[in-house]
């Protein structure tokens, strides 16, 4: 009780124009509103859906938790709460990694496939992290970067050209539709975030900092739109499959 008094009385602190405090709050509230939508919408599917649904709401309740921690932080020190962010990166990527395996499940997809994404993902947020608050000087970010960069294009590559792609052709229908989706979220969606590393570290790039380009207010309105969309496309994908049965 003392914890959530005390994050009232930050809440009424916020200055009009804290756009990262902002972004963090209304970023916690959209979350906690989405996980709640895809935990009572569960039971409308049968379990295969039910599955994919259930981690769609995992993964916007993580965030949430997170960005009330984060948000609390950002309004008591003034600082990126970066440690916090990647932790909670590291907890909901693999999970938007896995929704590519169980859409695909239909198809054949083995477990291999799964394990691919979720290392590929787990390299491109380890070495992220290391450039952003590690070596965080010099070369650093951008040697670090650069790695974290080639680890997402392997994503993208795997979903895009690779053996998912094949899976969804060969399921079609609703799985086909819902893997395009998400393969456009991971191509478009997911670049935000090398435009918020960038603002926040130094490099060759860092004049984007100067155009006045915040890497918080990046980060969380990526988020956002990324992890409730996830989620989105797979509640989609379950509602048009269940009136094709």
């Known amino acids: 009780m003392e914890n959530f008094i005390t994050s009232i009385s930050l809440a009424t602190k916020m200055l009009s124009n804290d756009y990262v405090g902002f972004t963090f709050f209304v970023g916690c509230?959209?979350?906690m509103a989405a996980s709640a939508f895809f935990f009572f919408s569960m039971n409308d599917f049968d379990t295969k859906w039910k599955t994919s649904i259930l981690?769609?709401?995992?993964i916007t309740f993580i965030a949430a938790v997170h960005y009330w921690y984060m948000r609390d932080y950002w309004a008591t020190v003034g600082e990126s709460p970066t440690f916090f962010r990647?932790?909670?990166w590291v907890l909901t990527v693999p999970l938007m990694c896995v929704e590519f395996y169980l859409i695909l499940k239909?198809?054949?997809?083995?477990?291999?496939?799964m394990w691919k994404?979720?290392?590929a993902s787990i390299v491109m947020l380890v070495t992220g992290y290391f450039g952003e608050a590690v070596y965080n000087t010099g070369t650093g970010p951008a040697v670090w970067g650069l790695i974290s960069g080639l680890a997402y294009?392997?994503?993208?590559?795997?979903?895009w050209f690779g053996s998912a792609k094949k899976l969804a052709e060969q399921a079609g229908g609703a799985v086909l539709t819902a893997h395009k989706t998400l393969c456009w979220f991971v191509l478009v969606g997911w670049a935000i975030y090398p435009l918020g590393y960038m603002a926040g570290t130094?490099?060759?790039?860092?004049?984007l900092g100067n155009l006045g380009l915040n890497m918080d207010v990046i980060y969380n309105i990526g988020d956002a739109i990324n992890?409730?969309?996830?989620?989105?496309?797979?509640?989609?994908?379950?509602?048009?499959?269940k009136k094709t049965t």
């Open 227 to 241: 992890k409730i969309g996830f989620g989105l496309v797979v509640y989609g994908a379950a509602v048009a499959a």
């Open 29 to 31: 509230m959209a979350m």
């Open 106 to 113: 239909v198809a054949g997809a083995k477990k291999s496939l």
């Open 117 to 119: 994404l979720i290392a």
């Open 153 to 159: 294009f392997y994503i993208v590559y795997e979903i």
């Open 86 to 88: 990647y932790v909670d």
């Open 202 to 207: 130094p490099g060759w790039y860092e004049g």
């Open 55 to 58: 981690v769609s709401g995992l």
